[in-house]
């Protein structure tokens, strides 16, 4: 049995909208070249308005969406998202940073926690304090192994809730992007909450985004979030870079024997199903965790 589908409604929709009405005396139809000739100008006319209304939607969306505008002194932002928590986005975003310079130690590379409700860089890089500003009222990030970094956990205590509603967390995370002193950068890796809400529509819509990472574990109920994420990413015209399917093994450490716990090669062939590259697939190594 067929299913009333989203998009089947909406095809029901545009024909019901298209039709063109029957020229009618009393309760006759008329037929005949005059009816056809003036069906086909209807037609015509529906089709001719359809397209101006398109146009007029269009330049309206377009005046909506706020203005791109690049973070000061740096040239690349990337992003590292997952549909769902605890996946190791985090840990992934401080591996990229990391990783970056080592690959290249003439690029600098800066980290960002956007992730206002749990924030994590303090803790996997190893920082704790308050920012200190410049005498034009900006953040000084702080640093460690070389890489300069800004988070609400920062300017919170450890075990302090942040308690907030949205235009809140929208206003902190304008500050986050805004009033930091960056210095300049070659890269800089943004660390995004999990989901697919109004900071990643933020984030994404108000800087110029080079590229996206989406972090997934190997199983099926993180690989529907983690394709969820791609196709908002895609939707905001945000490029997806690929996909890192993390926790993809664990071997134990006395036998060495390889056991996959969430289950082998699930984010390969998702990264197939959506034509993107697989970037890498890092074990389940305590270590890195």
């Given at each position: ?165 949205g235009l809140m967390v929208m ?119």
């Amino acid at each position: 049995m067929a299913q009333f589908t989203y998009s089947r409604l909406s095809h029901l929709l545009r024909i019901s909208v298209n039709k063109c009405s029957v020229l009618r005396t009393g309760t006759e139809i008329k037929y005949g070249p005059v009816c056809c000739v003036q069906f086909i100008r209807c037609q015509s006319q529906k089709s001719m308005d359809g397209k101006t209304l398109q146009e007029r939607q269009k330049q309206q969306m377009a005046r909506g969406l706020p203005k791109q505008k690049p973070i000061t002194g740096v040239k690349q932002v990337i992003v590292v998202a997952s549909g769902k928590g605890g996946v190791g986005k985090s840990t992934t975003a401080v591996n990229l940073a990391l990783g970056l310079m080592a690959n290249d130690s003439s690029k600098s590379v800066g980290l960002l926690d956007a992730d206002v409700y749990g924030p994590s860089i303090p803790k996997l890089m190893n920082l704790k304090g308050n920012p200190e500003l410049t005498d034009n009222n900006l953040m000084i990030p702080l640093t460690n192994y070389g890489v300069p970094c800004m988070s609400m956990g920062f300017l919170v205590e450890d075990v302090a809730p942040i308690v907030w509603r949205g235009l809140m967390v929208m206003s902190a995370i304008e500050k986050l992007l805004r009033q930091v002193d960056w210095g300049l950068l070659d890269y800089l890796v943004v660390d995004m909450p999990p989901g697919t809400g109004d900071v990643q529509l933020s984030i994404s819509q108000n800087i110029p985004v080079a590229g996206a990472v989406i972090v997934s574990t190997p199983q099926d109920i993180a690989l529907l979030d983690a394709r969820r994420g791609t196709e908002m990413f895609r939707k905001v015209h945000v490029p997806v870079l690929g996909v890192v399917q993390n926790m993809s093994v664990f071997q134990c450490p006395n036998c060495n024997h390889q056991t996959h716990i969430f289950g082998s090669d699930g984010a390969r062939k998702l990264a197939d199903t959506l034509g993107i590259k697989l970037l890498g697939s890092p074990p389940d190594e305590p270590a890195l965790f």
